[in-house]
């Protein structure tokens, strides 16, 4: 997707094309004289921002949708990471297990999430819940597909150096694993992102999609637009920060950004 | 002749045994059912620091052969003895080096050397300092702390040798691990395998699929023919004990070839 090389021309390029979109946005707004309740100006809408940033309104929202956020990115992580080892290494668990994991998978996320806040309550609780449930698939199928795809001949070599089945995981099947599952991970937090704004949506106290459903109520538009250019920020934020670890712990791997799966 | 009595086998007084194949027979089911013999009643015995080399043509089951001796793959009959105890499974007395190397990418050049260690457990300190060693051996010093990808084909495969070597086994099993490489390349590697023989006294056991690399390695030469794989004959190979790659042109190591390339193009005549 992107290289973080810091280009000079890319970055004249980039922002040129950046200062362009903008002028089209502006002239195609004015030039059909299209009403704020429909389409904002960009003018308008970063105004609504800096109030929004300078007044700390965004600040409380942003934190309460932060921590849903990665609260349930940690969660649903955590618990694909462990169930994916061991549906990974003990072949007979997939069987068992695996058409739950798909029939859960294949219900919307969106669809149980009113149940969750039935169960769980308008707090934040659900949220976190929703978003674990909406992050763990693509981590748990990740990390199956990359314990297992080990090259046969790593695995015929550490068999003919006598090692254990501990030692094959830990030493080439684990490794070998982790660009799968950092390509799981790197899906997982933006869907993330997404799982707390639907579990606001449906119902909550605080919150950017909480925000976003009052601004939209009180017609609102440029103020709906500039919450969801803090949405893409937060989104680009995460997604920056995940391939950097990534980067630092898979040194070796130059293809994982073609493993991203789904 | 120094040389040859004291690191070389003599041809009269044969050392112990090193490992022998008794009756080994691997068959495997074909995706359309069918049992196909890959090895017929191997039986052959190889002696402690002797060097032979297993030559056939793909598909005569010489990779499988060694596999099997390594223990990665089970023989379907017959067993196998190793420093005259019966083998069971993967042994540390064995050191084997693949045909592509198989490092490991996440990996330094000094802790892929170090992985046959670590998975036995040895002293790590100890280790270190005999992976320096060996790495100096092949000609790698100062790549320790390269990746693999940082390296040639060659050198890549001068890695799996040390890696091969760490724990001192003592027997080395070597599938066509020059197989991959170009020819001057690979007459370097020769020529430098012979050197490290000497030096490291190991019984070894390569498998290839050049004649005349077969040949100038090897103190025996292994022939296997293909369908079922099965030991064709085994031969003495009388050259000088110091070798130059110069030999190859000699009438004497014509003499080896084409009785080799005679034994294959008769059993490729009746297919």
Known sequence: MKKMTFNKRDFMLRASFFIFVIAIWHFTVKMFDISSLVFPAPAGVIAALYKGIVSG???????????????????????????????????????????YIVAFQAMPKVAIAPLFVAWFGFGVTSKIII???????????????????APREQIEMMTAFTASPWQMFQMVRFPHALPYIFAGLDIGIVLAIIGAIVGEFVGAQAGLGY???????????????????????????????????????????????????? | ??????????????????????????????????????????????????????????????????????GIVNASSGRIEINGMPQKGPSSEIGVVFQNPVLLPWRTILNNVLIPAEIQKRDIKESRKKAYELLDMVGLKGFETKYPKELSGGMQQRVGIAR????????????????????????????????????????????????????????????????????????????????????????????????IRNAFNSKAGLD
């Open chain 1, 57 to 99: 309104e965004y600040l409380l929202h942003t934190g309460v949708t932060l921590y849903e956020t990665l609260m349930g990115f940690a969660i649903g992580a955590i618990i694909a990471l462990i169930l994916g080892g061991l549906i990974g290494q003990i072949r007979i668990l997939e069987k068992i297990l695996y058409p």
């Open chain 1, 131 to 149: 978003t674990a449930t909406i992050v763990f698939f693509p981590i748990l199928a990740n990390t199956i597909v990359g314990l297992r795809s």
């Open chain 1, 211 to 262: 925000l976003i459903l009052q601004r939209n109520f009180s017609m609102d538009i440029t103020g709906v637009f500039a919450i969801l250019i803090v949405l893409s920020a937060i989104g680009i934020g995460l997604h920056t920060i995940m391939k950097i670890i990534a980067k630092r712990t898979i040194y070796w791997s130059e293809t994982s950004e073609d493993l991203r799966q789904q």
């Open chain 2, 1 to 70: 002749m120094s040389a040859f009595t004291t690191n070389g086998i003599d041809t009269k007084v044969k050392n112990a045994s090193a490992f022998c194949f008794q009756d080994i027979n691997k068959n495997y089911q074909s995706r359309d059912g069918l049992n196909v013999s890959a090895l017929s009643n191997i039986n052959f015995e190889v002696f402690k620091k002797e060097f032979v080399t297993v030559v056939g043509p793909s598909g005569c089951g010489k990779s499988t052969l060694l596999k099997i001796l390594a």
């Open chain 2, 164 to 259: 091969a070597l760490i724990n001192d086994p003592s027997i080395l099993l070597m599938d066509e691990p020059f197989g991959a490489l170009d020819a001057m390349t690979r007459e370097l590697m020769n020529m430098e395998l012979l050197r490290l023989k000497k030096r490291i006294g190991a019984t070894i056991m390569l498998v290839t699929h050049s004649i005349p690399e077969a040949i100038f390695l090897g103190d025996r030469v292994i022939i296997m023919s293909p369908r079922p794989g099965c030991v064709e004959e085994i031969m003495d190979i009388d050259l000088p004990y110091e070798k130059e790659l110069s030999i190859i042109n000699s009438e004497h190591f014509g003499v080896y070839d084409r009785h």
